[in-house]
């Protein structure tokens, strides 16, 4: 990668990119589960979570 | 290493969602219980609602868990859940941004996570208890996840960018989604007391200021030990 990043404090590398687009796209996934999922049972086992974290809910 | 690093940023997020069970426990649960008295009591046209407290209700037969250990075990494992996922995500973002996120700024981390996804959305959609009138939910989950996002990015221009443009798209990033306006119910007639939302709705917050500072912390702690020399490549 010979890219200059120009403004980033650090330089993107190759390994932290990977890492850090599969963090983000586990991490989205997980949210969505718990909180944004209109299936039921989803909505009803995270019921109480929802409200308390504040995710819209209803 | 990308194994590893993921592998640690989602302990470190179930680590803090437990905490974050363990204050819904003795500071939110009970209130939403409370709610639902109300919310049973009015029956106002709601589809959903959840515990043994609505047996008698005409409604399609749906998965619930048990009142009791059961609800609070399902409850528990939510918050670890949403716990992993938001330090998988706040991960996610210092890693490609490459924004350091180690111990010793996790707080920072943790606070922008926190004005982002709470502080910011709760100026238009409150945390609100079972029972309480809402506007459309998918209107409302566009307008929750916009506010999330522009109120992130806006923090991005102005605390790191720092140039006066930025600062300048910051601020009207972070304000553009008020000016929008959150989805309204037509009423805000409800037969939850007052006192007990407004006590929720503060509960709620202080709740998740400490669980955004416990993810962004443990998330340090998690990057140093597996991807410490990232930062510097």
């Known amino acids: ?58 | 290493m990308i194994g590893r690093v993921i592998l640690a940023a989602l302990l470190a997020g179930v680590a803090a969602g437990f905490i974050m069970g363990v204050i819904q426990h003795f500071k939110l649960t009970p209130l939403i219980l409370e709610a639902e008295v109300f919310e049973t009591a009015g029956g106002a046209g709601h589809s959903h609602e959840t515990g043994p407290a609505i047996a008698g209700a005409d409604e399609p037969e749906e998965w619930n868990p048990e009142g009791g250990w059961e609800r609070t075990f399902y409850t528990t494992a939510a918050s670890m859940l949403a716990g992993a996922g938001f330090a998988a995500v706040l991960v996610g973002i210092a890693l490609l941004s490459g924004i350091p996120l180690t111990a010793r700024n996790g707080l920072l981390w943790g606070l922008a996570g926190f004005i982002s996804v709470n502080l910011a959305p709760a100026m238009g959609l409150s945390p609100e208890l079972p029972g309480m009138p809402a506007g459309d939910l998918l209107a409302r989950q566009i307008w929750w996840i916009g506010t999330i996002v522009a109120t992130g990015i806006g923090i991005y221009l102005f605390a790191i960018r720092r140039q006066p443009w930025a600062i300048a798209v910051g601020i009207a990033l972070i304000i553009a989604p008020h000016l929008i306006g959150a989805p309204q119910p037509p009423t805000h007639e409800s037969g939850v007391p007052a006192g007990l939302a407004a006590q929720f709705a503060a509960n709620s917050l202080a709740a998740a200021a400490a669980f955004w500072c416990v993810i962004g912390v443990f998330s340090g702690l998690a990057l140093d030990r597996t991807a410490k020399g990232v930062w510097a490549t």
Do not use: E, K, Y
């Open chain 1, 1 to 58: 990668m010979t890219t200059q990043a120009t403004g980033l404090p650090v330089q993107l590398t190759d390994q932290r990119r990977g890492a850090g687009i599969a963090a983000l796209v586990i991490g989205l996934f997980l949210i969505f589960g718990v909180g944004l999922s209109h299936i039921a049972a989803a909505h009803n086992a995270a019921h109480d979570t929802r409200h308390a974290i504040g995710f819209p809910c209803h």
